[in-house]
Nanobody, 123 residues
Framework: QVQLVESGGGLVQAGGSLRLSCAAS????????VGWFRQAPGKEREFVAGITWSGGSTYYVDSVKGRFTISRDNAKNTVYLQMNSLKPEDTAVYYC????????????????WGQGTQVTVSS
């Protein structure tokens, strides 16, 4: 079982940047696909970005394309989410999650989740 810990959240002004980290414990981290999700108050959790086992392919929700970049360092068992040009609508709790395989990058594809990190973007 993989355990995940997110970090890097905080308060930032619109237009600013943050880099989130997702550190994994356990073996064979490179055998997992990783997704970043977010949940804003009163809204459902949504997929933000995903990366395949070796980092060869990445996926993004349309609203963050060109602003967010997902990457991974398997030697460090860590996945990153670089967030630039942040907007107030990016405010949410951000979660990382892992899965051996995904079908649609939906929440149901993922079995292990971190506790989340709060990102707040002020206008």
């Amino acid at each position: 079982q993989v355990q995940l810990v997110e970090s890097g959240g905080g308060l930032v002004q619109a237009g600013g940047s943050l880099r989130l980290s997702c550190a994994a414990s356990g073996r064979a981290f490179s055998s997992y696909m990783v997704g970043w999700f977010r949940q804003a108050p009163g809204k459902e959790r949504e997929f933000v970005a995903g990366i395949t086992w070796s980092g060869g392919s990445t996926y993004y929700v349309d609203s963050v394309k060109g602003r967010f970049t997902i990457s991974r360092d398997n030697a460090k068992n860590t996945v990153y989410l670089q967030m630039n040009s942040l907007k107030p609508e990016d405010t949410a709790v951000y979660y990382c999650a892992v899965a051996r395989n995904v079908r649609s990058w939906g929440s149901d594809d993922f079995g292990s989740w971190g506790q989340g990190t709060q990102v707040t973007v002020s206008s």
